[in-house]
């Protein structure tokens, strides 16, 4: 399993820095105010939203149940019943990705009006039909997906993505570049650059539906309604046209209709599998308007040209996340919730689980400091050198932009906050399975939401525009991540007793509110402690900082920046160079540091690749 993240992980990250840099011809043939309309509120409001409340549910639910799993390795009529019943529910996600679909089109056709200027109405309205195409096309591949995620099959995942994500920037850079140069008349063959964006988020759809079908439709089920399943219909085969039997029909005389709406859940679906996928649906719709809160305040807020320069600044601003944490949060997502599903199967002593529940704290606080050391290098070093990404990457035009390089230099900082969440919250959705703590964290990302929405109008009204919604973003993703790091101290402090049936289970011992609150920070602060670079290397981040920021002041004279006049020196010239070495020196001063103090972590980190290389011997 160690093997198949790893691996899945470096799939991953490779097709994304091939997408990523394919996208650099992109980003110099479009304008702030086309980026806006397409980057942020099409693809949020007809892509995005869909796919994550569409399915995330599901999926999150779907991975307790393993494809190798205890439950399912029984002989007879209940073990196919039992995967029958587990498949329909994954098939569930297309009615209600396809629902939310044409929802989100109704919606765009109703409302495009108000979005645009007169002279992009029919630009806009053709791209957002297209994003709702390409979403369509995405649901219909999520059984595929659901598959490739439960078998642990991360290769074919990131090999469907990386490719789609290939041909969906290079169908968008050329479509760009035709309109740019009205290359064979293609101006007026597409009606303006936005529908470009939506046409390539098709090409993405149509290709990861290729590549994901081609590889798992022969192991795909399609779903069965006339499902055998003991105890639900006494054993008999359900046939067409025939009503299942009702074991409450006395209780529900006078209500014959729900009774028979609860007699096809009951029969059709695997129940433990549908309330859960219902849980962490309602509970998914919260976690993305906290999420994509940033994106939603500002479709509502500021107009296509703001959006695009936040936009920009956020696509760089997001390297890390994209190509580092994010594979590393969803295969250690992955991991988490096999390692946590392996402490409580069935017929598994409380010394064997405890000892799985020790590797996988380990596994935690590993891959917790890795994620923040990348995060601290990005605060402190990318947030001084905004301006001269922008020129490399995007161009002069974004380049001289004084809003852009701003907001990426916040967002720079915002990094650090990113890796801690990101990983934290990712342990948090592993192991998280009953309702309890599904409903407590859905509280807590509630109180954040409001907070955010909160104050996220009044920090751009007076914080600096877009830079104030990412300092009001920093501020609810460091109180997220209390949560999760407090989440995880109590599960690693739980401790474990067997019931007289033999079922483990997990208590935690009793104390009063006072008891309870120091004991709770006192574990926070513990985990805290294990996660965070040497203390030495942080005094040096922190030194590295003022250094970059002094030699971006003083050498590159930035300070001196206006937003029609960009007058810092040119990417050749000896004062970026020299911005450059200054900037090299520390980052090689921190590793030395790193190397020195950091030790025992580097053990760490050799016994985990370790097992990985163990794993794949054994594999083979």
């Keep these: 399993k160690a093997n198949a993240a790893v691996k899945g992980v470096l799939f991953t990250v490779l097709f994304r820095i091939i997408s990523f840099a394919l996208t650099q011809f992109t980003n110099r043939l479009v304008n702030p105010k086309t980026l806006g309309s397409a980057a942020l509120r099409l693809d949020l409001w007809c892509s995005t939203t869909v796919l994550f409340v569409g399915r995330e549910g599901f999926r999150l639910a779907l991975l307790r149940i393993a494809e190798d799993s205890d439950d399912l390795k029984e002989d007879g009529i209940e073990k196919r019943s039992k995967k029958v019943l587990v498949n329909n529910v994954a098939w569930l996600s297309v009615p209600t990705g396809l629902f939310l679909t044409v929802l989100a089109l109704a919606v765009h056709l109703h409302s495009y009006q108000n979005q645009v200027d007169e002279d992009e109405l029919r630009d806009y309205k053709i791209a957002g039909i297209s994003y709702c195409l390409a979403t369509a096309v995405e649901v219909v591949s999520e ?63 149509i290709l990861a539906f290729g590549i994901l079908y081609g590889r798992k439709h022969h192991i795909v089920e399609l779903p069965k309604w006339r499902v055998e399943t003991l105890g639900l219909t006494d054993g008999k085969l359900l046939r067409k046209g025939e009503r299942p039997s009702n074991p409450y029909q006395d209780l529900n005389e006078g209500n014959k209709s729900r009774s028979w709406i609860g007699s096809i859940l009951t029969n059709r679906f695997d129940q433990p599998t549908l309330r859960l996928s219902i849980l962490f649906t309602l509970q998914s719709i919260l976690k993305h308007i906290l999420t994509e809160g940033d994106r939603i305040v500002l479709s509502a807020l500021v107009g296509s040209y703001d959006a695009g320069v936040y936009a920009m600044a956020s696509s760089y601003g997001g390297i890390a996340s994209r190509f580092i944490f994010q594979p590393l949060e969803e295969n250690g997502k992955l991991l988490f919730s096999n390692q946590h599903a392996s402490v ?88 998280a399975a009953s309702g309890k703590e599904i409903g407590s964290l859905s509280i807590a990302h509630a109180s954040v939401g409001v ?37 995880a101290a109590e599960y690693f402090n739980r401790q474990h007793e067997t019931t007289s049936d033999d079922k483990e289970v997990d208590v935690q011992p009793r104390h009063n509110l006072q008891t309870t609150i120091v004991t709770s920070v006192a574990a926070s602060w513990k985990i805290t402690r294990k996660i965070l670079p040497h203390s030495s290397i942080m005094v040096w981040f922190s030194v590295s900082f003022l250094i970059t920021r002094q ?20 990417i050749l010239s000896i004062e970026t160079l020299i911005h450059i070495i200054i900037g090299v ?30 794993s794949k011997s054994k594999m083979s």
Aim: charge should be neutral.
């Design 143 to 205: 059984p595929y997906t659901i598959c490739c995620l439960r078998t642990l099959d991360f290769t074919t995942r990131a090999k469907a993505e990386g490719v789609a994500s290939i041909g969906k920037t290079l169908s968008c850079a050329a479509l760009l570049f035709c309109i740019e140069n009205d290359y064979h008349s293609m101006s007026m063959i597409l009606p303006g650059p936005i529908t470009v964006f939506g046409i390539a988020q098709l090409v993405y759809a």
């Design 585 to 614: 020196a520390c980052i090689a001063v921190a590793g030395g540091i790193a190397y020195h103090c950091e030790r025992d972590y580097a053990l760490s980190l050799k016994s985990l690749f370790k097992e990985r290389r163990d």
């Design 551 to 570: 030699s971006r002041l003083k050498i590159m004279n930035e300070a001196d920046w206006d937003s029609n006049n960009f007058d810092a020196p040119a």
């Design 344 to 431: 409580g199967e069935k017929g598994r002593s409380i010394s064997s689980s405890n000892e799985i529940k020790r590797d996988m704290e380990q596994t935690y606080y590993v891959l917790m400091k890795f994620v923040l050391y990348v995060g601290f290098i990005f605060a402190a070093f990318g947030s001084n050198y905004s301006s001269v990404l922008l020129r490399i990457l995007a161009g002069k035009t974004w380049g001289s932009n004084q809003e852009a390089a701003s907001v990426l230099s916040a967002f720079c900082i915002y990094t650090a906050l990113l890796a801690l969440n990101g990983m934290s919250e990712a342990f948090v959705y592993g192991v």
């Design 451 to 487: 907070i955010f929405y909160v104050t996220a109008p009044i920090l751009i009204h007076y914080g600096g525009g877009t830079v104030g919604l990412v300092g009001a973003n920093s501020m609810c993703m460091l109180l997220r991540s209390l949560y999760s790091l407090q989440f």
